[in-house]
């Protein structure tokens, strides 16, 4: 990697806070249609036309392409902002922008026209672990003979998607993990996103038969996670030099923020209606016990929040350095990131038990926050268990047991 000069390492202030501005003012709009968004189980056409007004879908697009390139802490801000309206719309924000990165960085220049110089908008989204995966090397590229992935955050709004894939060579011999890139047109969406929480990113599972993905579009993953990337054409701008793992695991965290945050907002908003009943206390708010909840609560999120930011602005700075993030310094990311997660999740569910028994009902606020903040504490890459193992293995001189670091 060479480094990157001082002028084009500072990002766009400006820029940066006209799209936290711009994603803030949508919070009426999207809470007024977030019922409706969950139930429809995918983003509405007029959310997809707000979020692209506002340039919210393209935050990691080459700028040669159009695109800011926004810095890790500018994604950070917008999407926590997006949560405290509605999580569907912050994860698949978070998921179409950090799909995209993947569509830029992890490929070379004749990708980057396929999918960002076309006419249709380069939204990207995406799944690295398939659930079945048969593919042949053929001349000039692979066929996926048959395949199937699950969780595709963002597919009914995507023009493209990245999908992992075995690399085998002619005799069918793994030779390394990999990614295609795909046009929406040759997968078929099965629609069996059916759940409790986050039901609005539609990630529903996709199936492919019988497509020919050239070699201009196959990443490796293993290349990926080392930083070895095949995209010197963007090496003029810090967002695409950013440290893979971190990159990919730090955003699932950001809409969780923004749930933390729309608890505490929610709660203190209700507070003043509510009593504690079969108890000397006519108004919750005068009680004791609440203010030790809520000041925990409120120490929690804003904990979380410094640890993703101390991260987001440590990746920023490293990719405009130049330099590579080191292994310990990817492997700390992604045990903060799972603490950050375990932080929110404790903040949503104090609170959320604080609410009492109205927490039972579909229309308390409250009970779509707490069931969204569960989902998403419960993806693999942020379950703070496997994360705090993880980093715990490297601290005592052992393997990490996993590739993704």
């Known amino acids: 990697m060479n480094a990157i000069s001082p002028a084009d390492a500072v990002p766009d202030a ?38 692209e007004a506002g340039g919210l879908l393209s935050m990691t697009t080459p ?16 999407v926590a902002e997006l949560g405290r309206a509605d999580a569907g ?32 908008p380069a939204r990207v989204t995406g799944v690295l672990s398939p659930r079945k995966a048969v593919v042949k090397k053929v001349e000039g590229g692979y066929l996926i003979e048959e395949g199937l992935w699950g969780f595709n955050s963002g597919i009914y709004h995507a023009t493209w998607d990245m999908l992992g ?36 990113s539609g990630s529903s599972s996709i199936s492919v038969k019988n497509v020919f993905v050239p070699d201009s579009r196959i990443g490796s993953v293993t290349k990926a996670i080392v930083g070895d990337y095949p995209s010197s054409h963007l090496a003029d701008q810090p967002l695409f030099q950013t440290a893979c793992m971190p990159m990919l695991s730090i955003i699932l965290a950001f809409p969780a923020l923004g ?86 999740w404790e903040a949503v569910d104090m609170l959320a038990s604080a609410s009492g028994g109205s927490l039972a009902s579909t229309h308390n606020p409250m009970t779509k926050i707490w069931q969204d903040a569960r989902i998403a504490s419960l993806h693999g890459i942020v379950t703070p268990n496997t994360n705090f ?17």
Not at 16 to 39: E, H, M, N, V, W
Not at 264 to 270: A, G, R, V
């Open 89 to 120: 719309v912050a994860w698949v924000t978070a998921l179409t922008n950090v799909t995209t990165w993947c569509a830029a960085t992890f490929f070379g220049a004749q990708a980057a026209e396929e999918v960002f110089g076309g006419s249709k």
């Open 14 to 51: 400006d820029k940066s806070i006209a799209l936290q501005d711009y994603a803030r003012s949508l919070i009426p709009t999207l809470k007024a249609r977030a019922k409706d968004t969950a139930a429809l189980g995918r983003l509405p056409a007029e959310t997809i036309a707000d979020l």
């Open 259 to 344: 749930l933390g945050v729309a608890a505490l907002e929610t709660f203190l908003e209700t507070l003043p209606r509510r009593s504690i009943q079969y108890s000397w206390y006519d108004k919750q708010s005068e009680a004791p016990i609440t203010h030790l909840q809520v000041g925990e609560a409120s120490a929690k999120i804003d904990a979380a929040r410094t640890l993703l930011e101390h991260h987001a602005d440590a990746m920023d700075a490293s990719a405009a350095s130049g330099v590579y993030m080191d292994f310990n310094a990817r492997a700390k990311v992604r045990r903060d990131v799972g603490y950050a997660e375990k932080l929110i």
């Open 165 to 200: 894939i075995p690399l085998v060579d002619a005799n069918g011999k793994l030779v390394d993990q990999g990614v295609a890139l795909i046009p929406v047109e040759q997968i078929e969406i099965l629609n069996d996103w059916n759940v409790i929480g986050i039901s609005g």
């Open 63 to 78: 700028r040669q392409f159009g695109g800011p390139a926004v810095s890790v802490r500018t994604f950070l801000n917008v």
């Open 389 to 405: 193992e993880t980093y715990g293995r490297i601290l005592c001189g052992m393997s990490p047991g996993t590739p993704f670091i």
